[in-house]
């Protein structure tokens, strides 16, 4: 998806110079930290303050910059694809019959998350919480993002899990949409959590340590 912007408002994506496409939702983090970065840089030659900010300022740009990055990616043809890069933290069966697979998303991942599925988003539910680290038993407490699909496999549940720097969940897409397997749905933002449910009678075809890509990764086994 071809974009030519620079800069954009919170909500809309980013490229720079046509090719580096960054996340949407990203701004209001993003812009504050390459000004400061910029106005220090071009004030270092005349100002020794200036010049000690230059260096903090520009490595947290650069890692803003690389933390917001979104590549574009050939969706994998499944069943069931990763909705985040990341690492399967845990498998666990459910009570209901259905298997949480539980994908702890680091600070080096790109942290936009993918449908799952094709289908139509039949709730998105934001469902108030604490912070803690999402690598914690008690971040099942944590701020989070609930969403619902219609998909051929009937109702998949997917959860954005905020962690304890990641304050913020955008969603990118309304209840009713209909959405493209791998297509953006929407944002965490730095570390964090995605758990998917796969209903019952659906296998998983990846393992506890395993790295995922979101959009990429085989989830369920035929």
Same mark, same amino acid.
């Given at each position: 998806?071809? +974009? ?11 490229? #720079?110079?046509?090719?580096? $496409? ?12 390459v000004a400061t970065a910029a106005v220090s840089l071009l004030r270092a030659r005349r100002s020794g303050k200036a010049a ?34 990341? %690492? %399967?933290?845990?498998? &666990? ?10 994908? *702890? &998303? ?15 988003? #039949?709730?998105?539910? +934001? =469902?108030?919480?604490g912070f803690v680290p999402a690598f914690n038993k008690e971040s099942e407490n944590n701020e989070r993002v609930v969403w619902? *699909? ?8 997917? =959860? ?7 304050? $913020? ?32 009678? #659906?296998?998983?075809?990846?393992? %506890? ?6 959009? %990429? ?6």
């Amino acid at each position: 998806m071809p +974009h030519s912007s620079s800069s954009a408002p919170d909500g809309q994506p980013f490229t #720079t110079g046509g090719r580096i $496409r960054l996340a949407r939702g990203a701004s209001p983090w993003l812009l504050p930290t390459v000004a400061t970065a910029a106005v220090s840089l071009l004030r270092a030659r005349r100002s020794g303050k200036a010049a000690a900010v230059a260096v903090p300022a520009t490595a947290l740009a650069a890692g803003m910059l690389w933390f917001f990055r979104d590549p574009e990616r050939e969706i994998t043809q499944g069943r069931v694809i990763s909705p985040a890069d990341g %690492v %399967v933290q845990s498998i &666990m069966p459910w009570k209901d019959g259905r298997t949480r697979v539980a994908i *702890f &998303m680091s600070p080096l991942n790109v942290h936009v998350n993918r449908a799952p599925m094709a289908g139509t988003v #039949t709730s998105v539910e +934001h =469902v108030p919480g604490g912070f803690v680290p999402a690598f914690n038993k008690e971040s099942e407490n944590n701020e989070r993002v609930v969403w619902h *699909f219609d998909t051929e496999l009937g109702d998949v549940e997917m =959860v954005q899990i905020a962690g304890a720097v990641a304050r $913020r969940i955008v969603p990118y897409v309304p209840q009713g949409t209909k959405v493209e397997q791998g297509e953006r749905i929407g944002l965490i933002r730095f570390g964090s959590r995605v758990d998917l449910y796969l209903p019952e009678g #659906t296998e998983p075809a990846v393992e %506890v340590g395993q790295a995922t890509t979101a959009g %990429v990764t085989r989830i369920d086994r035929d």
